[in-house]
């Protein structure tokens, strides 16, 4: 479908046409292909995205010994990749 939308938007700038209506009908086609995220509720995607970040905060405070919550986040996200390199590794010594 993106590729028939580019097509009909370069036909319209080439052959001066006027091909809005196919690609909004092709707009609205993909646009119904994702499921919105909910927003409200005990399972909204905020509340899951606190839960990981709490649950991250947890790892790298016991990894590191440090408080994860006073870290930049340039900090907080070199010590979660870092961790998560780590994660492989472990599991390979303990074999």
Do not use: W
Not at 11 to 23: Q, R
């Amino acid at each position: 479908m993106l590729k028939q939308r580019t097509i009909l938007v370069l036909d319209g700038i080439i052959n001066e046409k006027n091909n809005a209506e196919s690609i909004d009908t092709i707009d609205i086609s993909l646009l119904n292909l994702s499921k919105p995220k909910s927003y409200n509720g005990n399972k909204s995607i905020e509340v899951l995205y606190n839960k990981q970040f709490e649950a991250a905060c947890v790892l790298i405070t016991q990894q590191l010994n440090t408080n994860a919550k006073k870290m930049t986040v340039f900090e907080f996200y070199t010590a979660f990749e870092q961790l998560k390199k780590q994660k492989p590794q472990n599991k390979n010594k303990q074999r």
